[in-house]
């Protein structure tokens, strides 16, 4: 069995991802709820990835102000998936192969704004950390994380890159928000009765801060 271990580093920048490669050799953790592969037909296996984080990402009023942008908003389509940070490792045989870590893009249409002004008039595009391998054997994720899913709405937890796209990375980054209909739009009546937006609000409203550079997102209407 092939083995990768991939560790990721959220520190000041709350953003820059690390790869560091251990010396044996490998791999992803395979889930353990999940054991089917795409070799017999089935979906990818899930694989994780482990971070350490100057955060505490159960806390969400530490997850709350290390984000750039707290907002809730609507999944309309996964526009596809980007390989970064290429590593060259070995496997247990020996033999040389180069890993990747995916980054799925996401248009979502954006409900309502938490923290930060976001652009809600047209839809806007984010960046999660994870997806599917570029040999489609496993879906990369991180630990007590969720890839997004078309048609459902979730408040996410962004930080803005320097070039102004938005990115969603780490446990807990993206938190679905239920309703009686996944396909439509949330209205702030909806909002108001939802326990888990109601914990997010006022975990922004007693947010702690991070000391460290900050950008702004290109969908900020502030600007």
Not at 44 to 63: C, K, Q, R
Not at 73 to 87: N, S
Not at 119 to 130: F, N, R
Request: aromatic share 8%.
């Amino acid at each position: 069995m092939k083995r990768i271990n991939k560790k990721s580093v959220i520190g000041l920048t709350g953003v820059i991802i690390i790869i560091a490669v251990i010396i044996a050799g490998v791999a992803y953790k395979r889930s353990l709820d999940n054991n089917t592969n795409t070799s017999t037909g089935g979906a990818p296996t899930v694989a994780y990835m482990h971070g350490s984080f100057s955060i505490d990402t159960d806390n969400l009023e530490e997850l709350a102000g290390d984000a750039d942008y707290v907002f809730v908003a609507k999944v309309i389509e996964t526009k596809g998936t980007q390989y970064k940070y290429p590593v060259t490792v070995e496997d247990e045989s020996g033999n040389s192969e180069t890993v990747t870590t995916p980054y799925t893009d996401y248009t979502v249409s954006v409900e309502d704004n938490i923290k930060g002004e976001l652009v809600e008039s047209e839809a806007i595009t984010i960046q999660k950390a994870g997806g599917v391998t570029e040999d489609g054997k496993y879906t990369v994720i991180y630990e007590d994380d969720t890839l997004p899913e078309e048609g459902k709405n979730y408040i996410f937890f962004a930080y803005a890159q320097d070039d102004g796209s938005l990115l969603v990375s780490g446990p807990s980054s993206n938190v679905s928000i239920q309703t009686k209909d996944e396909t439509a739009s949330i209205k702030q009546s909806t909002l108001e009765k939802n326990a888990k937006y109601n914990e997010v609000v006022d975990a922004v409203a007693n947010q702690i801060e991070t000391d460290r550079d900050r950008s702004i997102s290109k969908y900020d209407t502030s600007q």
